[in-house]
């Protein structure tokens, strides 16, 4: 167990989405193999990560 590295510090969060989305994001998770809640963090993680996230005039 000491060899194990320790990833980044997680916090649970609870976010509403259209039953649809997260339908679409269950099936592209099960069809890549994980989870559908590491599918979410991996999308936005690099999202999080830039200055300023390419959303549009909208978004900003």
Do not use: C, H, N, W
Not at 7 to 16: C, V
Not at 19 to 42: F, N
């Amino acid at each position: 167990m000491d060899d194990l590295v320790a990833g980044p510090e997680l916090e649970q969060i609870s976010i509403r989405l259209p039953k649809e989305d997260l339908e679409a994001l269950r099936r592209r998770a099960a069809r890549s193999g994980i989870v559908y809640t590491t599918l979410i963090r991996m999308i936005l993680r690099p999202i999080s990560r830039t200055r300023r996230p390419d959303f549009g005039p909208a978004m900003l």
